[in-house]
């Protein structure tokens, strides 16, 4: 079966490519299209039965960096092979990696159009496991691999034109009524760059680019040897294909999904496969997968009016003051956040009136748009305002927002200063917010209510304490705090003195 088919069953069966659009220039669309068919090889490409690709490269994380407006966060190095069946619409990904401060691992990712699959270590802090994809890790992988490998893609456009149509000299592709744009050498007829807009859960509307270069013939098939991804025009993936064999010879059962492992399809999921896309790909290469929602939120009153609020794999703390909540950190997304108001609303029956997030990295900050669109006020390092301001303006039309933005940001976002802190006042339970000085980022704070502190990523009560925790007992000490707990945005609590123990 060729390339072409096996992607057309792909688009029917797997649901990642199906919407149509109507061409706007039939004879510009036809010439793009063909040249580009013809640039990437004319027959030899479509008919295509197998690829086999070593590669090379390294990956990082948007906002996992020190500051919002430098590089991307844990660059680290990887090995790739990639194995592509087009009659089964298969990719299998051989990788070994290090990620997350020298952890390595070694992970295989196979997906088809029945689902796929993962086995290795999938996770820094988890041992190796074999279990099938969620929907959206599935089609986010599927979507990368088509994105990094435009042969692919327009053999599926060449056989599928009613999914592609024409802006001028750029190609159309339609991702599930999410356009890809191509840029098409008019010279070579080989692709320059294609991009799309994403909806980054913190920074919302994103542009993602895949851009290739060097290009090399293989069989009569034209493969770029660079391929460089850019998100929010910071480079997040540089890839090097290091050798390519075209129609190898692969073993038959190199797609089979191990014994017990049945994949479920989930249409929700699958659509936050594509809209997420590249924040998928990049956290799962940090070896924190962010796969799925985390609605199911548990509280623990840690102290009168102070919960901590679990249930998943990042935590908050909720504090009950007279004029509403503050909640401390706003992880993940806004599923997470919509589930934390809802135990708020059925346990305390308070609204949020502030949102309090820890740092800006994402995963811990990309809930805080929810509830300051729903009221609450917001409390940040002064460092990042400006950063805040852009993100709770920015456009949000790939994934709207569940409540309309409200007016008048800036004068809703409080700062507190660089060494300094900052109090949300309450005759009860009043919560003080103060900087630390860390190499995790340069806005980390840690918050103190009620005789809890909770302190997030650099130290997590359950794991070993690091050098990173080492800041955390003077800074309390220099701030005259008494505390009784340590809550910990990941892990569970730990009373003070045994964690000022682990720092004689």
């Known amino acids: 079966m060729t390339v072409r088919s096996g992607l057309l069953r792909l688009s029917l069966i797997a649901a990642l490519l199906v919407a149509v659009l109507a061409p706007a220039s039939e004879a510009s669309h036809q010439d793009n299209l063909e040249k580009a068919v013809q640039g990437l090889g004319g027959d030899a490409l479509l008919n295509l039965t197998s690829l086999r690709i070593e590669s090379s490269g390294t990956r990082a994380t948007l906002d996992e960096g020190d500051d919002p407006d430098g590089p991307p966060g844990y660059p680290g190095p990887y090995t790739m092979t990639t194995s ?36 290795g270590q999938d996770n820094n802090f988890a041992p190796p496991f074999t279990a099938p994809m969620l929907s959206d890790r599935h089609v986010s992988t599927l979507l990368h691999q088509l994105l990094l490998h435009p042969q692919l893609l327009i053999a599926f456009a060449a056989d599928n034109p009613d999914v592609a149509s024409s802006q001028g000299r ?17 010279a070579t007829g080989r692709p320059s760059r294609v991009w799309m807009l994403e909806s980054d859960p913190l920074r919302r509307d994103t542009r993602m680019e895949v851009r290739y270069s060097d290009w090399t013939e ?12 850019r998100y929010a025009g910071k480079v997040v993936q540089e890839e090097t294909r290091n050798s390519i064999e075209v129609n190898p010879a692969l073993a038959p059962d190199l797609f089979d999904f191990p014994a017990g492992i049945t994949p479920v399809f989930d249409p929700v999921l699958a659509e936050r496969g594509i809209v997420n896309h590249q924040y998928l790909q990049s956290f ?15 509280g623990a ?5 102070v919960y901590h609020l679990t249930g998943g794999t990042h935590h908050s703390l909720a504090v009950v003051q007279e004029g509403g909540v503050t909640v401390v950190e706003a992880p993940l997304d806004e599923v997470r956040s919509a589930a934390i108001v809802d135990w708020i609303d059925a346990n305390i029956g308070l ?6 997030p820890s740092h800006f990295h994402a995963d811990h900050s990309a809930g805080a748009r929810y509830f300051f669109n729903n009221g609450a006020d917001i409390v940040v390092h002064q460092n ?57 980022s340069s806005d980390l704070m840690i918050v103190e209510a009620g005789g809890v502190l909770f302190v997030v990523d650099i130290f997590s009560p359950g794991l070993p304490a690091g050098p990173d925790a080492a800041p955390i007992v003077p800074r309390v000490l220099e701030l005259g705090l008494t505390i009784d707990t340590v809550a910990g945005g990941h892990g569970g609590t730990i009373p003070w003195s045994d964690f000022a123990a682990l720092f004689p």
Not at 218 to 226: I, L, M, S
């Open 84 to 119: 592509v069946d087009p009659s089964q619409a298969a990719f299998r990904l051989d990788t070994d990696m290090v990620s997350f401060v020298g952890i390595p691992r070694t992970l295989t990712e196979v997906v088809t159009e029945d689902g796929g699959y993962l086995d």
């Open 170 to 186: 750029l190609l159309v592709i339609d991702i599930d009524g999410h356009p890809l744009y191509m840029a098409i050498n008019r």
């Open 218 to 229: 293989v069989d009569g098939v034209q493969f770029p040897t660079e391929v460089v991804v």
């Open 284 to 298: 799962a290469a940090l070896g924190f997968p962010r796969d799925g929602f985390q609605p199911n939120v548990i």
């Open 301 to 305: 009153e840690l102290a009168t009016g």
């Open 351 to 356: 609204p949020v009136a502030h949102v309090v």
């Open 384 to 440: 990042v305002k400006q950063f805040w301001a852009k993100v709770m303006r920015a456009r949000s039309t790939v994934v709207p927002d569940r409540d309309e933005p409200p007016r008048g940001v800036l004068r809703r976002i409080a700062t507190v200063p660089a060494g300094g802190s900052y109090v949300i006042d309450d005759p009860v339970n009043p919560v003080g917010v103060h900087t630390i000085e860390s190499d995790h």
